[in-house]
C-alpha cells in the first residue's frame, strides 16, 4: 500500500491530535503534532523573558531562534512522539493555559513559521504522515493526498479542553478556558502569515457531535478512498 500525507487542519481544541494519533497509529504512520511545536517555541519565549504580560520583545526571540532546538520521540508507553525543548521533554510544560495564552502571539511571528515550516516538511518527507495544525494542508504540504478541516462549536471545544486541564489536575476556570479558544481562533484566522483558512481541497469534518470512534471510522474511509 502506498504511504500518503494526511493533512488535518481546523480550530483551536477541535480533537485534531487525538484523531490524527489514533489514524497514524491504526496505518503505521508517523505522527506530527505541529501545534507541540510552537507551544514549545512558546515555552522557549517565555524561559529567556522575550514573552510576558506585560512585552513581547521579538527581535529578541527571532534572533534567538537557531538556539531552538525542537525535536521528538517515541515513546511506547503513551504510544506516540514527545515534543523536546533542547533535549529536555516539555510535552508537560507546553500544555498550561499560560503558554496557550502567548502562543497564537508567537505563531504570528514569520521568520518562527518559516523554521518550523521546514522542519515540519523534513519530518513528513518520504514517510507516510499524519500532521495536524492551522496550516498543513495549505503550506506545509499543500499536495498532500487527504485533507481534512475540523470544526466544532466554541463551546464543545472550550468544554472538552476544560475537562482535559482539570483532569490532569490544573485549576482553570471554564469561562477563561473559552476566552482563550475565542482569542486563539481570531489571532490564528486574522494573522498575515499562513491564516487558518480552510485549504480549497479539505473535507469538512464537524465532530460536535461524533464520538471518537465514529471520527477516526470516517478518517479511515477518507484515507481509504485517497490511497
Ligand atoms: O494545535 P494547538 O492548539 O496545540 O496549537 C497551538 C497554537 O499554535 C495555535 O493556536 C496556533 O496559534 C499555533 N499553530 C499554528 N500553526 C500550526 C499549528 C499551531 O499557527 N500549524
Known sequence: ???????????????????????????????????AMYRAVTLYAMQNNFIDENHFDIEGLVSSLPEVNISFTFNKDLGFAEVYLNGKNVEKLIRTMEVSSFVSQVATIPEVRYQLVKQQQLLGKDVGVVMDGRDIGTVVFPYAELKIFMTASAEVRAERRFQELINRGDKVKYVDVLHNVQERDYIDSHRKDSPLVKAEDAIEIDNSNLTLDQQ???????VAMAI
Do not use: P
Not at 477516526?216 to 477518507?222: D, F, G, R, S, T
Open 1 to 35: 500500500m502506498k504511504n500518503i500525507t494526511i493533512a488535518i487542519d481546523g480550530f483551536s481544541s477541535t480533537g485534531k491530535s487525538t484523531v490524527a494519533k489514533q489514524v497514524a497509529n491504526h496505518l503505521g504512520y508517523v505522527y506530527v503534532d505541529s501545534g
Open 216 to 222: 477516526l471510522e470516517k478518517v479511515l474511509q477518507l
